[in-house]
């Protein structure tokens, strides 16, 4: 779904916010634990979870049961 206007995806926004504020707070972590790339790490490995979970409730797709899902849920 993209902006008429401006081509630019409804929602990047937000997830660049998240993704963004979540790198701080992992070099904020990582400089306090004295150790940067632990910081970088964590936050890279957090963002991954926010993008999908992010996606899923931009997508509608939360709390729809699905039979055939096997359990392979976020």
């Given at each position: 779904m993209t902006d008429s206007r401006s081509?630019?995806?409804?929602?990047?926004?937000?997830?660049?916010?998240?993704?963004?504020?979540?790198?701080?707070?992992?070099?904020?972590?990582?400089?306090?634990m004295g150790n940067l790339w632990l910081g970088l790490v964590l936050a890279g490995a957090v963002s991954v979870g926010w993008l999908i979970a992010y996606e899923s409730w931009r997508g509608h797709n939360t709390g729809i049961y699905d039979r055939d899902d096997d359990g392979a849920q976020l």
């Amino acid at each position: 779904m993209t902006d008429s206007r401006s081509g630019w995806p409804r929602g990047r926004v937000g997830w660049i916010a998240g993704t963004a504020l979540l790198l701080v707070l992992g070099v904020l972590f990582g400089m306090i634990m004295g150790n940067l790339w632990l910081g970088l790490v964590l936050a890279g490995a957090v963002s991954v979870g926010w993008l999908i979970a992010y996606e899923s409730w931009r997508g509608h797709n939360t709390g729809i049961y699905d039979r055939d899902d096997d359990g392979a849920q976020l």
